[in-house]
C-alpha cells in the first residue's frame, strides 16, 4: 500500500537549519494535502505544517510560523520540511502524513485526519 519515508533529520544545535524530506509511493500524491506532525517524548503528536494539493497554500502551527517552511514537488512525490532557528523545544519525531482531503481545514491539526503515515526521523535540537 501506500509508503511515506521520511529522511533528514539529525542531532544540530541551536539555531541550526534542517530540512526534512518525505517521499510517497504506491499512492497517487497530488491527491493529497501532505502534512508533517511531530512528537516529543512524553507528549502528544502534534500538528507542525500542512501544504495543499497543489502546494498553492500553506497552514503552519504557531509554534513554528515564521521558521518553517512547507513545500512540495509533485514531479517527485516529495514534500519537504525547511525547518530554520532551531530551538531545543523543536526536538521530536517528525512525521509527516497524506491526507486525502486535498485542501487543509480547520481540522487539518487532527492527527487523525491523514490516512497514510511515515515511520519518523528523529530531530535533536542541543543548547
Known amino acids: 500500500q501506500a509508503q511515506l519515508v521520511e529522511s533528514g533529520g539529525g542531532l544540530v544545535q541551536a539555531g541550526d537549519s534542517l530540512r526534512l524530506s518525505c517521499a510517497a509511493s504506491r499512492l497517487t500524491f497530488s491527491n493529497y494535502a501532505m502534512g508533517w506532525f511531530r512528537q516529543a517524548p512524553g507528549q502528544e503528536r502534534e500538528f507542525v505544517a500542512v501544504?495543499?494539493?497543489?502546494?498553492?497554500?500553506?497552514y503552519y502551527a504557531d509554534s513554528v510560523k515564521g521558521r518553517f517552511t512547507i513545500s512540495r514537488d509533485n514531479a517527485k512525490n516529495t514534500v519537504y520540511l525547511q525547518m530554520n532557528s532551531l530551538k531545543p523545544e523543536d526536538t521530536a519525531v517528525y512525521y509527516c502524513?497524506?491526507?486525502?482531503?486535498?485542501?487543509?481545514?480547520?481540522?487539518?491539526?487532527?492527527?487523525?485526519?491523514?490516512?497514510?503515515w511515515g515511520q519518523g526521523t528523529q530531530v535533536t535540537v542541543s543548547s
Open positions: 502524513a497524506a491526507d486525502k482531503r486535498r485542501y487543509y481545514s480547520t481540522t487539518s491539526y487532527r492527527a487523525n485526519e491523514y490516512e497514510y
Open positions: 501544504i495543499t494539493w497543489n502546494g498553492g497554500s500553506a
